[in-house]
């Protein structure tokens, strides 16, 4: 079938195959030399957080991952040593890892050189406004997001690798100052879902994180 946009119709679902690697980077010569003893010699299931707080040292964030067993280690940034954890369970929409506390905010948060304002049915919280790509071969899109924005998104992906959300629709919003109240066109994509959410800066205070989300989408239309 084709659609509007003058592409075939796909319909994107959740499948069991979703993968969610923990990679970090420590300096610490004690840490290291612990973290390798697990890696090379005991490879046991282990749980852990990663634990994030804001300028006055109070937990605002944080991650809990269970059954994380070593993947790999090689040398990192800096003189420091990457670890990448995974978790060796079958695909079975059993996530091991899920931001149990605090959340991206709901500010408008708006730089007009990359950002546009974006909406995701029952999702996105009102003047959202990411800085956005847009892969039409691939059929995705990517968001970036800074600590203040961002609301929902964790757990709109949460549900979707644990089975329980179903795709959502979503505009891409051309305005004048990034809000829906200056307009100028949209353009509106559906059977979208998250394929990829990961926090990429600033896990050492919760205002400088910033957040990646990829989205898969089934077709597109103009508004």
Request: hydrophobic letters at 30%.
């Amino acid at each position: 079938k084709i659609g509007t946009s003058g592409d075939t119709l796909f319909f994107e679902k959740p499948g069991l195959t979703m993968e969610y690697p923990i990679a970090f980077e420590t300096g610490n010569t004690e840490d290291v030399n612990s973290l390798k003893k697990w890696f090379d010699t005991d490879l046991s299931p282990r749980s852990g957080s990663v634990v994030i707080k804001n300028l006055a040292g109070v937990e605002t964030d944080r991650w809990n991952f269970y059954e994380y067993i070593p993947d790999s280690y090689e040398p990192g940034n800096d003189g420091r040593t990457r670890f990448t954890i995974i978790h060796n369970l079958l695909p079975d929409n059993i996530v091991r890892v899920k931001y149990e506390e605090g959340d991206f905010g709901s500010e408008h948060s708006y730089n007009p050189l990359t950002d546009k304002l974006m909406e995701i049915s029952g999702v996105t919280h009102a003047g959202f406004t990411p800085a956005v790509e847009v892969d039409y071969r691939r059929r995705t899109i990517t968001l970036t997001m800074d600590y203040p924005e961002g609301q929902g998104l964790a757990l709109w992906s949460y549900k979707t690798a644990a089975g329980t959300e179903t795709a959502r629709s979503g505009s891409i919003i051309e305005t004048t100052d990034g809000t829906v109240s200056t307009e100028i066109s949209r353009r509106n994509y559906f059977e979208c879902i998250p394929i990829k959410y990961e926090l990429i800066y600033g896990f050492g205070q919760d205002i400088k994180l910033k957040a990646r989300i990829v989205i898969a989408f089934g077709w597109w239309e103009d508004g």
